[in-house]
């Protein structure tokens, strides 16, 4: 729903990640996803009297990693904040934070829009936090509550308010997923919360310099529902406005199945969390060796991994651009790549369209993910070379694709069990073509007479005949010499 | 800057605690007699002293990244003054913190 053009929305997002490190940020428990209620937890992350935290090395490369892949500053000294708030999934009743001094500050990184041009969003900062646990309100009367997450780490990237509509913001988002799942930080996956993200929207008549009243959006889980919640909350700012209304600053929760964003319910002291120094976690200090260091462990970044796959695999620009947004699937194309026998620029291009075309639609038909895809990349490219080396039909191979993702079996042995082997024999062909033109008089005479199109149903026949397992190469050779022979 | 028994209350109300009226006009007195005293404080010029955060000089207090054992579900639950036979239970609590 396009909005009232005099009008233009300025947005800054707050995109929360987790990380993917082994154990928690403050504790040695386990961040493992779906344990029992309750298992991954110790008196640190419960907030038992007289504990201390201790913190996790791994988070500060993690967010380094970030903060060097957004173009920010590493500050050299940083320290953790106490976030109070009561809230029965916050046992300690403060949330480890960072307030004064973020490890990372004024970054950007670059969105491509869909006219091509690029566009830099400002990076306000990015600090170190603890996520909460999980309150569960609609299976007891009363509320039940699990502390496996409490304490696992989440990184805050806040946006500076550049980003000028819904589209944009869902253009921000790609790219921070693109940028935490090549860094292997996090698995980027929206819908089950590791990646989360909040949005400040305020809209203001264009030409005019002062911001609007904001208002808070949260809960759009989902990059389709970024969209749309940005959408609703920039129509409804405008229609308020336009009626004479003012923008009342208030938190609004998305609610997808309404598809309308609701004022929450909450105190004003609600935001009141009184920051200060946790004088129990000592100030960190990053060095430019440690820098250097994380640096060097920094991935082929995906605009350099593109480039690359077109000077080093021939590919067309788009095929590079398709292969490359999602570094799983970069990473299983190199996979199909690395096994192929003949590293020829035609395999290659074989390879990347089965990826782009087959493997994607498999994903979208089954809604899964690369790491779930049945189909590992050295079987892939088995396949890729009983083409190449005319064993298997680029038909025939459609066939040995969907029997491999059903049974799991190598391509090789479904060739061998299901006698699918191209036949290039042209003996054989012959015998089965010179029966076909026997038996189709008519055909062939239209054929003499000029209808070319005929020959097009001499091939469906003999394919047909041979149950597709014909080389359709040989077929045509075969073919022609034949018509070219009966002319005279 | 003085303290008054609103302010009182909102810390009150912050820290989810309930006082009596004769509490408040108290701790609004004790608040007031802090500040006051923190006012002689800041008669010292400070202007060129870096803001302390901790007052001992630790830094990079850091763990590698191992998980280990912490505590069973049955002893994590233990001492909770409600549970069912994998969750702590609160009372009902809506709306979002």
Known sequence: MPWNEQYEPVIGLEVHAQLLTKSKAFCSCSTEFGREPNSNVCPVCLGMPGVLPVLNRNLVEFIIRMGLATNCAI????????????????????????????????????IELEDGTRKKIGITRIHMEEDAGKSIHDQDSDTLVDMNRCGVPLIEIVSEPDIRSPRESYLYMHKIRQTVTYLGICDGNMEEGSLRCDANVSVRKKGETKLGTKTEVKNMNSFRFVEKAL??????????????????????????????????????????YRYFPDPDLAPVFVDEKWIAGVKKTLPEFPTARRDRFVSEYKLPKYDADVLTAEKELADYFEGVV??????????????????????????????IVLRDFPLPPNHHAEMINLIVDGTISGKI?????????????????????????????????ERVIDEILTNNKGQVEEYQSGKEQVFGFFVGQTMKAMKGKANPKVVNEVLRRLLEQMKK | MSVTIQDVEKIAALARLEFTPEEKEKFTRQFNDILAYMEKLNQLDTSNVEPLSHVIELKNVLREDVVKPGLTQEQALQNAPAKDDKFFKVPKVIGEK
């Open chain 1, 338 to 367: 690395k096994n192929l026998v003949k590293k020829t620029d035609e395999s290659f291009k074989l390879a990347s369209n089965w990826t782009m075309t087959d493997v994607l639609r498999v994903l979208n038909e089954q809604h």
């Open chain 1, 231 to 272: 959408e609703y909350e920039i129509n409804r700012q405008i229609d308020l406005l336009e009626s004479g209304e003012k923008i009342i600053q208030q938190t609004l929760l998305w609610d997808s199945n309404k598809g309308i964003a609701a004022p929450m319910r909450s105190k004003e002291e609600a935001h009141d």
């Open chain 1, 75 to 110: 500050a050299p000294h940083s320290i953790f904040a106490r976030k109070n708030y009561f809230y029965p999934d916050l046992p300690k009743g403060y949330q480890i934070s960072q307030y004064e001094e973020p490890i990372c500050s004024n970054g950007w990184i670059e």
């Open chain 1, 397 to 429: 191979a459609k066939d040995v694709f969907e029997e491999m993702l059903k049974s799991k079996d190598s391509p090789k042995s479904i060739v061998e069990k299901n006698g699918l082997m191209q036949v290039s024999d042209e003996g054989a062909i």
